[in-house]
């Protein structure tokens, strides 16, 4: 097995000054990083001096990019171009930086004739050679001439020269619908740099398209795994690079995107890893890839914690006690209930300032704070999380100051919600705190109306929303579905579903599933809380194997269901052609309906309490895979009319 990737990162990638782009960098993680020409002429810093500051951060400067419109088809202009590079060269030397990325150029007077191509970029080729440098040449998508890697490729291979190299990018290669799998035609040691970016599918301009949305390694739709193990097949062995645009890490936090950046490639690697292992690839060629320590399994969700505060507590009370929870404890030192419904506990944190959940929320914010799913190997979670460089929160049981919560992992999702996973003791411990009270014997028998949970969905301010993305990924291997653009009666939402199938100790399938659901901006004063989006967004779904039953015992506990356009029904018996009978039961409880072609989904739902909190119950009928996503205008639109 050869050495381990390097890993680099272009300082366009991130926000701030370089000075504060290669701190970041470095403490990142990385072990070297692109210097992008407009970061470094926008610097104080003399090349010697950028050259000086990386050596002490232990980083080495693998690329000088980019070296735009070299080729012309006036000869004037080529010369020109030629003194221009010289002096790139001389940054480069004193920068001690060896590479220097060269574009095709998209001008309409770029040279249209191969030959005359390669005749320019020999000479360029001798000119870096003679001072001890080398040429990357990258096909941009968009090039007037050469715009894909095989055509980069065929040019570097007619110059024929040891200074000149092909650089492979991802997003230029993927973004075409190009085949990658020619790269592995390309020597290795001709490769002389490799650029990653991932992005979400989007029907738009290619240069548009790059020039905003690119994204880090899983945060996006390519298949960047495929690539990387057609490039490991190659024999390549320099750094792997991220060059990413985007308006969103160009405003966001430098050491958070930065972490970000690095932990994408640690998730890539794995990733490759993976892909070469199906098909049966010889793993020793190439670069030794990163391993974390497996995914431990999972057991489904079985407890959550809720903010509510003093000032909505009364209301979230209610809200529990419609839906069928019962109270069965209180906290002997602070004011934290204990709910029970079958096998899933809910705890809801009533105390001034949410001490225990969320301190310093908002009281008009009820939020879903942490979701525990039983895991039989909590640790296994935790050293598969540090080793992808998430960090592991320590767990404080409520009235004990000094001993940490054992056999918990707490892994922080948004800045408001985490997953716990939870061993088979942690029950014990946490339930030893409270004082249960005696179950009435009318409760006894009762036969639990929900199997457990459907799903949750969080609201994510949008500057968290890749990153959040990333960590469900990485850590859990939860696949994305496609992203919708939901629209409502107060404008439009991003919304993405993960999921990670998961089949616990008893055979049961209980897959995770989580949304996301993209809101603008934080409450003000409040950095850690996503903003409140009127009619509210996150909610927890809870399932059944029949909603009508469901819905009738919701009611005989006081549930007053949502009121549904009769608009609505008529336009389900319009599209699904559903019975007139089962429509008008439906009305009455206020269930609504889809299907795919996998199977039908029926839902309903709860009023909001507070700002953004409410409850669904769902029936899954046959292999149904959505969430109901076209229901969600009107499900806002009668919590709206409910809420007055």
Request: aromatic content about 8%.
């Amino acid at each position: 097995m050869g050495r381990q990737v390097r890993t680099s990162v272009a300082t366009v990638s991130l926000s701030g000054s370089l000075e504060e782009k290669v701190t970041a960098i470095a403490a990142a993680g990385f072990d070297g990083f692109e210097v992008f020409e407009p970061d470094f002429v926008s610097s104080p810093w003399s090349p010697r001096e950028l050259a000086s500051r990386a050596a002490d951060l232990g980083l080495t400067l693998d690329l000088y990019q980019p070296f735009r419109d070299l080729d012309s088809a006036d000869d004037a202009t080529f010369a020109r171009n030629l003194i221009r590079a010289e002096r790139k060269f001389d940054i480069m030397e004193q920068l001690g930086c060896d590479t220097l990325l060269v574009c095709s150029s998209p001008l309409p007077e770029a040279v249209r004739d191969d030959a005359r191509l390669t005749e320019q970029l020999h000479t360029l080729a001798e000119h870096a050679h003679s001072r001890g440098l080398r040429i990357a040449y990258e096909a941009l998508a968009w090039g007037t001439h050469v715009n894909t890697y095989r055509h980069a490729w065929k040019i570097v291979q007619d110059v024929d020269h040891p200074a000149l190299g092909t650089c492979l990018d991802s997003f230029h290669i993927l973004s075409r619908g190009d085949d990658p799998s020619g790269i592995r035609d390309i020597p290795g040691e001709k490769i002389f740099f490799l650029q990653l970016a991932d992005a979400p599918r989007m029907s738009m301009d290619i240069l548009q398209w790059s020039r905003h949305h690119r994204n880090f390694p899983g945060q996006g739709n390519f298949d960047l795994a495929t690539f990387g193990a057609h490039v490991q097949a190659a024999g390549y062995t320099g750094p792997w690079s991220l060059e990413i645009f985007n308006d969103t890490f160009r405003q966001s936090s430098t050491g958070r995107t930065a972490a970000d950046a690095h932990r994408s490639l640690l998730y890539l690697q794995e990733e490759v890893a993976r892909v070469q292992a199906e098909h049966g690839e010889d793993t020793g060629r190439g670069l030794a890839l990163f391993e974390p320590p497996p995914r431990a399994p999972l057991e489904g969700i079985v407890s959550l914690r809720l903010a509510a505060g003093p000032g909505k507590d009364s209301d979230l009370r209610q809200a529990l006690q419609h839906i069928g929870f019962r109270l069965v404890g209180r906290h002997r030192s602070h004011d934290l209930q204990l709910w029970r419904h079958g096998r899933m506990t809910i705890v809801v944190d009533a105390t001034a300032g949410t001490v225990w959940t969320a301190p310093g929320l908002p009281a008009h914010l009820p939020v879903l704070t942490q979701i525990g799913i039983r895991s039989s190997d909590p640790d296994a979670w935790g050293e598969r999380a540090a080793a992808l460089e998430v960090p592991v929160h320590e767990v404080l049981l409520p009235g004990v100051d000094t001993a940490p919560e054992s056999d918990v992992v707490r892994l922080k999702i948004t800045d408001a919600t985490s997953l716990d996973l939870r061993g088979p003791g942690s029950a014990a411990s946490w339930q030893s705190a409270f004082d249960l009270y005696p179950t009435e014997s009318r409760w006894q028998d009762e036969v639990p109306v929900f199997t457990g949970v459907d799903h949750v969905a969080l609201a994510v301010p949008s500057d968290n929303w890749d990153g959040i993305m990333l960590l469900l990924r990485s850590v859990f291997a939860m696949a994305p579905h496609e992203g919708l653009d939901v629209t409502d009666a107060v404008g439009m939402m991003r919304s993405q579903a993960l999921t990670m199938d998961q089949t616990g100790v008893d055979g049961v399938d209980r897959p995770l599933r989580i949304s996301l659901n993209m809101v603008p901006g934080a409450v003000s004063g409040s950095s850690h809380i996503a903003a409140a989006r009127r009619g509210g967004i996150s909610h927890v779904a809870f399932a059944c194997t029949d909603i009508f039953t469901a819905a009738a015992t919701m009611q005989s506990n006081g549930f007053e269901p949502l009121v549904i356009s009769p608009n609505y029904y008529d336009d389900l018996e319009a599209r699904f052609g559903l019975a007139r009978e089962l429509l008008d039961r439906m009305s009455g409880s206020g269930i609504m309906y889809d299907a795919d072609a996998h199977g039908e989904f029926f839902h309903l739902f709860t009023q909001t309490v507070g700002a953004d909190l409410f409850f669904e119950v769902v029936q899954r009928v046959g292999g149904y895979e959505g969430y109901g996503d076209a229901n969600s205008a009107m499900r806002l639109a009668a919590q709206l009319r409910a809420a007055g």
